[in-house]
């Protein structure tokens, strides 16, 4: 019988088939799922309280009674209360740290009910009678009371339950008394007159002690209450997109068996001496994507000798590519930092529910990612103040554009927070369109980019002469001051920037600049990302502005140094992995950064709708402003031969860079740019290919056009009628 030779493959084909339909149910349906069945059993509990469960449902409660003997009563509560929070994650946010403190604290309670509440010779019939902590009370007291005594049991639970009232609700034992003999009352009758919708956060903001005393308050302290305030306010109408739902768990943290770490260590020693280098190996720190590897080199030995091994210890290792920290800042140890074999992924959810993020009290914190030992690094774009991110295509650029704008978005209100979003790509920033945060669509224009940059100066300088009005130092002292007339922050984000210096480089190049300088404390902040990073792109001016750096995977080190001025980029895994280098630090960080999926983008944008309709502002794009921006084009003309141009190629009647430079004796660089300057000014029409231009302005309506631009372009400060001019007030 001549057998089948693709039956195996059918089976094969049938079983991946069966595996992907059994698990059609995401995590969150099947918690949902448990969750309502913990509902259905606490409503039938409950029910039989008032014998209208029938049979079954005084079975349940009986059991309930049995288990956790007086504390029966209340689990049907517990029940509900668990039930939402498997449907509902997104309300509550718990960790590991106040489960384990729960936990705790209800079985040290547990245990001394059944200790002080029972007498020691009934024990057991008060389990079985529902009495005391039940059967959990006597298993947990029992053994301790025939080890020690009954006091020295309830000795030991009163400890336990304490402690888990700490864990829980993190208070000290100094301010649990004070919350209970009332000493925080003085403090809860002054907040009585506050708006009953300014309540806490999801994420945990630290209550005020004291009253501070405004006199008193440095320009830091004011900065820092100037920002709850503001937190404060994105909240002031419930602000809680429900998003965490739509957001994928992260997996399974990676591990490094002892057998593999301990054969990486002897490989990584016995290579360093066979090259006269003798080395202790130190610790290890696992991250989701690489293992850092510490050692320390016996006295004597320069670091640089080590540094040169990079190559043979990849060999040795059979591991590419591998990165040498030398030396781990703060510490006298080298890291050796080596890709893991199974990377675990990294999920923005995970991020947005971590305790490093709810600690964080500024409404532009945003968690970056995941160090080298697993530990999640957040920063603040209000601190930076400005951000570039580069590398090469496909690197994690625009996932980390992504996870920024959503961590902002799940942060703040649209009060609280604007957003101008520039792709020349079209393709990246585009679902973001309709979000009530944005001050205009999602620009993709050059034109409309150089309008928005120029705006948005005219906007810094306004809130400028309206912190130097009230006597503030920054956005944050100035919405302390002046909670009515509160700013919100301001965050642009362009998403090519080399799109953008190739066609406009002088008219895009002075504005960023300008902005990087002084925008930082009047709330407008930057965010620019480019896969190009040379230094056509990246250039000094940019650079020298904009400290804080993030470089992802690069393909040399000639581009990691145009990035973050030294090597290491060019050593990264790629997908999320990062270098990060704050304005302050002089090295640079490896941080893995947080996926978040183009379905899951979706959903949350679609969410971020449904909360409200956006105010766009027309004038942000279509306006051309003649303001200091570095460009000429909407601005003055500043070439002292320009009027003299302009009466030349009127009286010629037509315009053409040889006719300026024979008859005015100039260049042709400077010729072009006079071109140019009286096509601005639409005094010439467009060149169409070697002919003259065509004179558009006849010299008879220059006098009018003169007084138009006049007065179009008479500055805030101008006088009139002997007084000053007052300037308009912001509109954001």
Known sequence: MQLNPFARKRKRRRAASVSVEAGWLTPYAKKAVVGIILLVIALIALLSLVDMAGPLGEGVQKIFVMLFGWLGYAVPVSLIVLGGYLIWPQWVALEKLRVIGLALALLGFLGLLHTWGV??????????????????????????????????AAIIFLGAFFIGLILTFRLSPTEIWERITGTWAGDSQEEVGEEAAERTPRFRVNPVLRAPVVEEIVASESSEAGDKALVKKSLG????????????????????????????????????E????????????????????TLRPEEGIKLSRITALQNDLALSLAAHP?????????????????????PSLVRLRGLLT?????????????????????????????????????????????????????SWLF??????????LVDPKRVELTPYNGIPHLLSPVIVDTEKTI???????????????????SGSRNLPSFNLNNPTEAKPYIVIVIDELADLMVKHAREVEGPIVRLSQMARAVGIHLVLATQRPSVNVLTGLIKANV?????????????????????????????????????DRARPVRIQGGFVSEEEVRNVVDVIKASGDPEYDASITSVVRGVGSGGSQGGRADDPLFEEAKKLVQQAGKASASLLQRRLSIGYARAARLLDMLEDKQVIGVAEGNKPRSVLMEASSENETMEEETVGTRDEGDLVDGEERPYQDSKW
């Open 547 to 583: 400290s804080s750096r993030v470089a992802f995977t690069v393909a040399s080190q000639v581009d990691s140094r145009t990035i973050l001025d030294m090597a290491g980029a060019d050593k990264l895994v790629g997908s999320g992995d990062m270098l990060y280098l704050a304005g």
């Open 119 to 152: 007498s020691d010779d009934d024990v057991l019939q008060a389990a079985y009678d529902g009495r005391g902590g039940g059967f959990v009370g006597f298993l947990l007291s029992f053994p301790l009371s025939q080890a020690l005594s009954s006091a020295g």
């Open 322 to 342: 591998i990165r040498i920290e030398a030396p781990i800042p703060n510490t006298n140890l080298v890291g050796i930092e080596i890709p893991n074999k199974a």
């Open 411 to 420: 942060r703040n209100s649209p009060e609280a927070l604007k957003l101008i």
């Open 451 to 469: 309008n928005a940059l120029k705006w948005a100066i005219e906007e810094m300088e306004i809130r400028y002469r309206l912190l130097e009005d």
């Open 354 to 406: 971590s305790h490093e993020f709810k600690e964080a009290e500024t409404p532009l914190a945003f968690p970056m990612g995941l160090d080298v030992s697993g530990k999640v690094v957040v920063e603040s774009l209000a601190r930076l103040p400005h951000l570039l991110i580069a590398g090469a295509t496909g690197s994690g650029k625009s996932v980390c554009i992504h996870s920024l704008l959503i």
């Open 237 to 272: 109408r419930r602000y809680r997109p429900a998003i965490l739902q739509y957001l994928q768990e992260s997996s399974t943290a990676a591990k490094l068996g002892r057998d593999d770490e301990r054969s990486i260590k002897e490989a990584i020693k016995r290579t360093l």
């Open 274 to 293: 066979n090259f006269g280098i003798s080395v202790d190996m130190g610790g290890t720190n696992v991250g989701p994507t690489v293992t850092q590897f």
